[in-house]
C-alpha cells in the first residue's frame, strides 16, 4: 500500500511540474487574426496578447518591423502573409505579453 501511495504522489508532483511550465510561457506557429496598434494587443488564434516596447517584431528575415507593418486577417491579408512564429510569457495571465513575433511568409504544413 505505501509503494502505490508513493507512485501515486510522485505521479501527482510530476503532473503537477508539467502543468505549471506550460501555463508559463508559450512558443509556437499561429495566425495573426487582427491588431490594436495604438492598445499595443494582438490577437493570435483567437488568444490576445500584449505588445510591449520590449517586443521583437520581425519581418521573416528577421528585420524589425514596426506592429502596424504586420498583416492580419481582418485587413485582408491571407494565411500565409499572416502566418507568424511566436514566443511569450506570463501565459497564467489574462492577457499574456509577447517577446517575439516573427512573420514567417507561409502557415507550417
Same mark, same amino acid.
Given at each position: 500500500?505505501?509503494?502505490?501511495? *508513493? ?5 501527482? #508532483?510530476?503532473?503537477?511540474?508539467? $502543468? !505549471? ?5 508559450? @512558443? /509556437? ?24 516596447? *520590449? ?5 521573416? #528575415?528577421?528585420?524589425?518591423?514596426? $506592429? !502596424? ?5 481582418? @485587413? /485582408? ?33
Amino acid at each position: 500500500m505505501k509503494r502505490c501511495t *508513493g507512485i501515486f504522489a510522485s505521479t501527482l #508532483a510530476l503532473a503537477s511540474l508539467v $502543468l !505549471a511550465s506550460s501555463a508559463s510561457a508559450g @512558443q /509556437g506557429n499561429s495566425i495573426v487574426d487582427s491588431k490594436g496598434v495604438d492598445e499595443g494587443i494582438v490577437v493570435l488564434g483567437g488568444s490576445t496578447y500584449n505588445v510591449s516596447d *520590449g517586443t521583437a517584431i520581425e519581418d521573416s #528575415a528577421g528585420n524589425a518591423i514596426p $506592429l !502596424a507593418d504586420v498583416p492580419t486577417i481582418a @485587413q /485582408g491579408a491571407n494565411e500565409d502573409a499572416a502566418a507568424v512564429y511566436y514566443e511569450s510569457s506570463d501565459g497564467d495571465v489574462a492577457t499574456p505579453v509577447l517577446h517575439l513575433l516573427r512573420l514567417t511568409g507561409a502557415v507550417p504544413q
